[in-house]
């Protein structure tokens, strides 16, 4: 019984893998494993950054691996900031994701990072390949992720 209640469910998941990617929106594209948005036209502050991926159909990203991140920052300028969907705005060193609110799963912070030097500085953002504390009320551009995903 077992079994086959296995075999059902994996038949399910890649329906259901299917379907996702037939539901991307548009605006979106494949980098490594997800799919995420770019925007580089736009420079928001955190909250309305995290607005603006939700009208598309997304949220403010949150990276899975170094893999991950290595495929999304080659796509960034380097002299740019990007907002991520990762901040610890709750709880001072409790990073979590936007779109889940579970705890964030991979950090490549930059060598003297995380540090917060005022009381706003909760949102992360990549520049140069690296991840940092940002000041949430700064407008930068930010990546967006299709998935609910950490």
Not at 80 to 96: A, C, Q, S
Request: include cysteine; aromatic fraction near 12%.
């Amino acid at each position: 019984m077992q079994s086959k209640l296995d075999t059902q469910l994996t038949e399910i998941k890649k329906t259901l893998s299917t379907l996702d990617r037939n539901c991307i929106p548009p605006v979106f594209e494949r980098i490594g494993e997800r799919y995420f948005y770019i925007q580089e036209d736009v420079k928001l502050n955190w909250t309305d950054a995290a607005d603006a991926c939700r009208r598309i159909g997304g949220h403010l990203a949150s990276v899975q691996s170094r893999e991950e991140f290595d495929a999304i920052a080659a796509k960034l300028e380097d002299s740019e900031k990007y907002f991520l969907g990762i901040n610890d705005r709750e709880v001072m060193g409790k990073f979590v994701s936007e779109a889940s609110g579970r705890r964030a799963a991979f950090f490549k912070w930059y060598p003297s990072e995380p540090r917060s030097t005022n009381d706003r500085e909760h949102c992360l953002a990549i520049k140069e390949r690296f991840m940092f504390l940002n000041n949430c009320t700064y407008k930068k551009k930010f990546i967006c992720q299709a998935d609910d995903k950490i």
